[in-house]
């Protein structure tokens, strides 16, 4: 049974295709999961070879069984080395490749330089920011799944307070929330496109914890177990009156939303609740004014000065360093385009999905904010995950 129903798969393909022919690209050879997934709809180890005209051919290593019955494609063959896939790539292209697109922004360079001995006289170059500019629009179908994977989140949620006791340490916690996730059909990994970020459903801090700097390119990140994995939950113990920040990524049949509530044991200290509101108020804001045509940096300056007239300057988006965003695309992977950051290229357009994370470190006493998902329309951004945004006081 196709993972991805056809007709997805062709858009998604010929959408590319378009990109390719306006760069001069012949070809483009896809290796990294993600994408391979996103335009063959199987996540077999494989190659896909995708001409500027033409079918596209999926060349599996491992398992070609799985591969046919996963992907819509009708081109699936066998490839059982490197020999194969040049044979195979220069029929498609009539002879030696030109140019042949590969993505570059996570192509190890000892498998680049692999694939440059393999084709030395073609010219390799990067097709990953044309992959990443179409996976940004999402399609009905896709947003189907992220209204799913949305639904699982806040059902999530809802289920804390059943399960949140004082005394519990967070990684207790964290896996008593992941095993709910799994119940209902989580995959578990996070998929992250950036080198070196790696997430495990997401981030479950309290109290000081949630103003620890970390590995991680977010606002917050917390100290994890141990230095090896330096982020996420750690052994602390939660205690009443400090905040407790779930910060989850659902997953339904690999696509993603990004979602974060606080909750307190017993009653907030008025600071948390005072920075809270102006959290609200800057997403709501950003909410209003998220249209189709928007820039995408225009947002971040407005949440930005929002912060500074409310005088929570230090600490927003961060604690000692700030993060230049205040919100990114989701889709397969965690860190998608756009970003809604300084300096950002991006234009909002109908059917982008953002999370946007207005947060407020404060230093040795945890974290104000919120995060939610939502798809970009012509009037504003339609909020996706609907959990209650109030801090939540058990």
């Not at 309290?206 to 052994?235: E, F, K, Q, R, Y």
């Not at 696509?255 to 907030?268: C, H, N, S, W």
Request: negative net charge; proline residues 6%; contains cysteine.
């Amino acid at each position: 049974m196709w993972s991805t129903p056809r007709e997805e798969i062709e858009r998604r393909i010929q959408a590319l295709q378009s990109g390719m022919r306006e760069q001069g690209m012949e070809a483009a050879l896809i290796v990294q999961r993600a994408d391979l997934f996103y335009f063959s709809g199987t996540g077999q180890e494989a190659y896909l070879l995708i001409p500027a005209e033409g079918r596209a051919a999926l060349l599996v290593r491992k398992s070609l069984e799985r591969a046919e019955a996963e992907s819509p494609l009708d081109e699936v063959h066998p490839s059982p080395g490197l020999s194969a896939l040049k044979q195979h790539v220069e029929s498609v292209c009539g002879g030696k490749p030109r140019t042949l697109g590969m993505e570059l922004d996570v192509l190890p360079v000892n498998l680049f330089r692999m694939y440059q001995d393999l084709f030395p006289d073609t010219e390799i170059r990067d097709v990953s920011y044309l992959v990443r500019e179409v996976r940004m629009i999402k399609s009905a179908y896709e947003l189907d799944l992220i209204r799913e994977a949305g639904r699982l989140n806040d059902s999530m949620f809802g289920m804390v307070r059943e399960i949140l006791t004082e005394g519990m340490s967070e990684v207790e916690f964290s896996g008593l929330l992941e095993a709910y996730y799994r119940k209902h059909g989580h995959q578990g990994y996070v998929r992250v496109r950036s080198f070196n970020q790696e997430v495990f459903y997401g981030h479950v801090m309290s109290g000081p914890n949630l103003a620890i700097p970390s590995a991680t390119v977010g606002p917050t990140g917390g100290p994890g177990v141990h230095p090896s994995m330096p982020h996420g939950a750690g052994l602390k113990t939660i205690r009443r009156h400090e905040p407790v920040s779930i910060d989850y990524v659902g997953v339904a049949r690999g696509y993603m939303v990004d979602q974060a509530r606080t909750f307190f044991l017993g009653e907030p200290p008025e600071k948390f609740l005072q920075v809270h509101e102006v959290a609200l108020e800057i997403q709501n804001t950003l909410a209003a004014h998220g249209c189709a045509g928007t820039r995408a940096e225009t947002l971040y300056d407005t949440a930005v000065d929002m912060a500074a007239q409310a005088g929570f300057t230090e600490g927003f988006l961060g604690y000692p360093q700030s993060v230049p965003f205040v919100g990114h695309g989701v889709g397969l992977e965690l860190d998608e385009l756009p970003v809604v950051g300084r300096k950002s290229p991006h234009v909002l357009q109908e059917g982008m999905v953002v999370a946007l994370e207005p947060k407020f470190i404060l230093p040795g006493e945890g974290l104000a904010g919120i995060e939610n998902t939502f798809v970009v329309t012509r009037t504003g951004l339609e909020r996706i995950t609907t959990f209650d945004d109030a801090i939540q006081v058990l």
